[in-house]
Nanobody
Framework: VQLVESGGGLVQAGGSLRLSCAAS????????MGWFRQAPGKEREFVAA????????HYADSVKGRFTISRDNAKNTVYLQMNSLKSEDTAVYFC????????????????????WGQGTQVTVSS
């Protein structure tokens, strides 16, 4: 599975961006998908994730109400709509795919991702 992110860029605080993650090489239609980010000098952190049906979505507290994850299985693509961007959202954003977990426990969306994209830079100017 190859994942390619796009849509990053420079935006002013309060603005919006929509990231896309296109999968190729193998369909990820059944795979839960996630978005992570890594700011300079910081650890990579979870941002958002969703099941393949879209019925289950999870967000980091820092982005709840501002970011929305969605997917188009027909296009093998996952999106991250980011609104009301803040300077602290500046980071490299990565999409990731993982096999269906054995159980959807309370933390399934935080780990277990086998496939990662190369990342796309998002810079929010204040």
């Amino acid at each position: 599975v190859q994942l390619v992110e796009s849509g990053g860029g420079l935006v002013q605080a309060g603005g919006s961006l929509r990231l896309s993650c296109a999968a190729s090489g193998r369909t990820v239609i059944n795979y839960p998908m996630g978005w992570f980010r890594q700011a300079p000098g910081k650890e990579r952190e979870f941002v958002a994730a969703m099941t393949w049906t879209g019925a289950g979505t999870h967000y980091a507290d820092s982005v709840k109400g501002r970011f929305t994850i969605s997917r188009d299985n027909a296009k093998n693509t996952v999106y991250l709509q980011m609104n009301s961007l803040k300077s602290e959202d500046t980071a490299v954003y990565f999409c990731a795919a993982r096999p269906v977990p054995r159980t959807y426990d309370s933390t399934w969306y935080l780990s277990g991702y086998d496939y990662w994209g190369q990342g796309t830079q998002v810079t929010v100017s204040s």
